[in-house]
């Protein structure tokens, strides 16, 4: 195995400051892999240069997601789905990232940062509970909320995230089509910074997600971006209220 490459200029970049050659994928691989895929690291090696970032994309994104959620990878891509070819970057974002919300953004006036997470589990039952009854075939993948407490008059927010298998054929972008849904005139998914369908406002979001969120009823608002990322919010009920819904 040739663990460097002589005079490999970046092909990418002419000024690329890269000049005197290129570690080898396999070299790259195997470091990553004993840092575990160290998201931070894969970021910054990103930023060196174009060469980098598109191994990162193709091969080391596409490792940590596996690493991170491997049986979740594996249903994605089952049955001839390739919805994340070419999404590793997004997805493995999506995997430690809460999005927050701005002022003025897709939560109108809610401000909370966005902020890493060190661990997050997605769950594929819970999403049923937020899909329309029309569309309960499709396959979506939730995560727990990432709560923050406290925010004033809004009260305690849960903010969730998740994705669609195979978005692109699914039951639930064939009824926003249908319904000639708009997109988000102005803010685009934080992911992948494509488009974005408002499923509280198309009436898509059943009640069934309140209470699997654990949150007030006709709280809960997301959307999902034309590659099936989802981003919501939803006002969380006080504990002991929560468990009485979880209960019924």
Known sequence: ????????????????????????????????????????????????????????????????????????????HSGGSHIVDGNWKALGKLLIYCNGCTKGGLFNNIHVPGHFVFRTRFSRTAGRSFLPLPCKSDVLYVSDPCEHLDQGEEGDLGFFRGIFKSFATSRVKKMLIEKRARFHPRELCSYCKSKLWNM?????????????????????????????????????????????????
């Open 1 to 76: 195995m040739v663990l460097v490459v002589k005079q490999h200029r970046c092909t990418h970049s002419v000024s690329c400051v890269c000049i005197k050659g290129h570690l080898s994928e396999d070299a790259l691989f195997l470091v990553f892999r004993h840092m575990n895929w160290n998201p931070r690291l894969i970021a910054i090696l990103s930023c060196v240069c174009k060469w980098f970032d598109e191994v990162a994309k193709q091969v080391l994104w596409k490792e940590f997601c596996h690493a991170r959620a491997s049986k979740m990878m594996l249903d994605l």
């Open 200 to 248: 509280f406002q198309e009436n898509m979001i059943p009640r069934s997600a309140s209470a699997r969120l654990g949150a007030y009823d006709d709280s809960v608002e997301y959307f999902v971006c034309l590659n099936g990322h989802v981003i919501g919010l939803g006002t969380l009920l006080p504990l002991s209220d929560s468990e009485e819904a979880a209960d019924e």
